[in-house]
């Protein structure tokens, strides 16, 4: 079975085709980051209609890169939330005129269920129940994962994500957008015990960056000669312990034979190393996945879609998006 999966929940316009919800045919990812670096942050209104502009010839690449035509297809799948809702409905409405055109079923598919399949479509055979680390600019929660369909949100952030944290202080450092991947990178030359910052909620699976953000604003204005690659280091040891300590707590709780990461963060290299050894320590299986399938892509909404389809079968045309859908 052909699953044409569409993803437009946030800044990047992605087509993929996956075969039997664990082949990945094609994958394509048009970002927008370039276009939305000049603000510090993605701009809705922007973010709509670069989808609009991106969305026809995305699919298209998608389905020569499979060797497949749209008559081949299944199914068309799309995300349907939580994201933008600008966003969102240009993706769903696309998946829905080419689900009309082909005869085929339209599934639409939670962003967040997509996250916790991309692990499933590099590694079949991973082990549950795992405990899930699902780190974005827009997320930040432990999953428990039974099997497909089956699972629990243990914990969350009560304000901001870990990504939006990476950002915002990165923006206020003049760092530029996106933060992660230049904290990441500063740090490694910076010591991450040079100043105390927070690690929010201890002993509760909810985190909390929302005043770690703010301990970073307060000690670089009483501090102006701080040493830039000192405060990344710092605040990112911040963030990973804090990561870290909610996905230890949620991995005994459910007893999880297995770690795995999703999600931009995902990318982050202290973090890959810590839940590692996290791992390593307490005789689980680690698994952290490729970039292309942490950050966001369509094949995780295709894979999706498969088990979702056989589990509940269509999903009517009349059903809309919701961009505060949560994972239940
Ligand atoms: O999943 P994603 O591509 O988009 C959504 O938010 O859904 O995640 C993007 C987030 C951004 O906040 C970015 O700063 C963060 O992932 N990120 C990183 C790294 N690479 C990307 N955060 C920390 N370290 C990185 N190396
Ligand atoms: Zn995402």
Redesign the pocket.
């Known amino acids: 079975m052909l699953i044409l999966g569409i993803e437009t929940?946030?800044?990047?316009t992605a087509a993929a085709v996956v075969e039997d919800g664990r082949v990945i045919r094609s994958s394509v990812v048009s970002s927008q980051v370039d276009l939305h670096a000049q603000y510090g942050g993605v701009v809705p209104e922007v973010a709509s209609r670069a989808h609009v502009d991106l969305v026809v010839p995305v699919v298209a690449d998608a389905l020569v890169e499979a060797g497949v035509e749209l008559r081949d297809v299944d199914a068309v799948a799309a995300c349907h939330g939580p994201g933008l809702a600008g966003a969102l409905l240009v993706g769903v409405s696309a998946a829905k005129a080419l689900a009309l055109v082909a005869r085929v079923p339209y599934v639409g598919v939670n962003?967040l269920e997509g996250?916790l399949y991309a692990g499933w479509l590099e590694q079949p055979d991973l082990a549950t129940p795992m405990a899930v680390l699902l780190?974005?600019?827009?997320?930040t929660m432990v999953v428990a994962v039974d099997g497909p369909g089956d699972y629990r949100v243990l914990g969350e952030t009560v304000d901001d994500?870990?990504?939006?944290a990476?950002?915002k202080v990165?923006r206020f450092l003049g760092l530029g957008y996106?933060?992660?991947?230049v904290?990441?990178r500063l740090a490694r030359d910076g010591d991450a015990a040079a100043i105390p910052f927070p690690r929010a909620m201890p002993g509760e699976l909810a985190a909390s960056f929302s005043g770690l953000k703010t301990a970073v604003v307060q000690y670089v204005r009483a501090n102006p000669g701080f040493r830039v690659a000192d405060v990344a280091a710092s605040f990112?040891e911040a963030v990973v312990d804090q990561l870290l300590e909610k996905l230890a707590l949620g991995a005994d709780q459910v007893d999880a034979v297995s770690l795995v990461l999703g999600?931009?963060?995902a990318?982050?290299?202290r973090?890959r190393a810590r839940v590692q050894e996290l791992a390593d320590a307490t005789g689980r299986a680690a698994f952290l996945p490729p970039l292309a399938l942490?950050?966001?892509n369509a094949a995780m909404i295709a894979a999706t879609a498969y088990h979702r389809l056989a589990a509940d079968g269509p999903t009517p045309l009349g059903a809309g998006i919701d961009p505060g859908l949560r994972l239940t």
């Open positions: 929940s946030c800044d990047e962003h996250h780190v974005s600019g827009g997320h994500a870990a990504g939006e990476f950002d990165a996106p933060g992660g991947p904290i990441d990112q999600g931009g963060v990318a982050n290299s973090l942490c950050t966001d």
